[in-house]
């Protein structure tokens, strides 16, 4: 998410939370913390009053962005066989439906 956010240019950190919703300021800082020295995000300081600080996406970083755009695209094909699965899944686990409560249960003798 982070790397969408980053697509269209460089971000202040409190720009980046708006659309991140309830993400937590120490969670986006680790994330961005960790991407930086993985290669992904370069962090810009700016010797200002009040300081300024930007995030960007580096060369390496907007590789990601096809891979981002084709699992989108493949999710939103495939995302009715998806849910089908999954609903069909769910019945699977569940199993038969539970007697009612105060109901005996046949016992076959030969069990």
Same mark, same amino acid.
Do not use: Q
């Given at each position: 998410?982070?790397?969408?956010?980053?697509?269209?240019?460089?971000?202040?950190?409190?720009?980046?939370?708006? %659309?991140?919703?309830?993400?937590? %300021?120490? =969670?986006?800082?680790?994330?961005?913390?960790?991407?930086?020295?993985?290669?992904? #995000?370069?962090?810009?300081?700016?010797?200002?009053? %009040?300081?300024? =600080?930007?995030?960007?996406?580096?060369?390496?970083?907007?590789?990601?962005?096809?891979?981002?755009?084709?699992?989108?695209?493949?999710?939103?094909?495939?995302?009715?066989?998806?849910?089908?699965?999954?609903?069909?899944?769910?019945?699977?686990?569940?199993?038969?439906?539970?007697?009612?409560?105060?109901?005996?249960?046949? #016992?076959? %003798?030969?069990?």
């Amino acid at each position: 998410m982070v790397i969408r956010c980053l697509e269209g240019g460089p971000c202040r950190f409190g720009e980046l939370r708006v %659309p991140l919703g309830p993400i937590t %300021p120490k =969670v986006l800082s680790e994330t961005l913390c960790a991407m930086e020295r993985d290669g992904l #995000v370069t962090c810009t300081a700016y010797d200002e009053n %009040p300081p300024r =600080v930007e995030y960007a996406l580096t060369p390496l970083g907007r590789t990601l962005i096809p891979l981002l755009d084709a699992a989108r695209s493949w999710s939103e094909t495939r995302l009715p066989a998806l849910l089908a699965a999954r609903h069909a899944g769910r019945r699977r686990r569940r199993g038969p439906a539970p007697e009612p409560p105060g109901r005996a249960r046949a #016992v076959d %003798p030969a069990s």
